[in-house]
């Protein structure tokens, strides 16, 4: 069986975010999966760039 890398969880948002979202989604015919992963890296590239390497224990890269 192929290693699947992705963690899954739960957020909330207000329906507002949700919706522009879902329609940004729809515009670019992408998957909010990649939206969200894309505009995570780019805000943990901006914070590393202004304080530096985020180190992550094990703990928290060890998929479960």
């Known amino acids: ?7 899954k969880t739960t ?3 207000p329906a507002e975010l949700m ?3 879902r ?3 729809l515009y670019d015919g992408r998957q909010i999966r990649e ?7 780019k805000y943990i590239n ?5 304080h530096g390497a985020i ?7 060890d998929k479960k």
Do not use: I, S
């Not at 180190?55 to 890269?61: K, L």
């Open 1 to 7: 069986r192929e290693h699947d890398p992705y963690e």
């Open 23 to 25: 329609m940004l989604c």
């Open 35 to 41: 939206v969200l992963e894309d505009a995570l890296d």
């Open 11 to 13: 957020v909330t948002f």
């Open 55 to 61: 180190r992550v224990p094990p703990r928290f890269r």
């Open 46 to 50: 901006e914070y590393e760039q202004e």
């Open 19 to 21: 919706g522009k979202l």
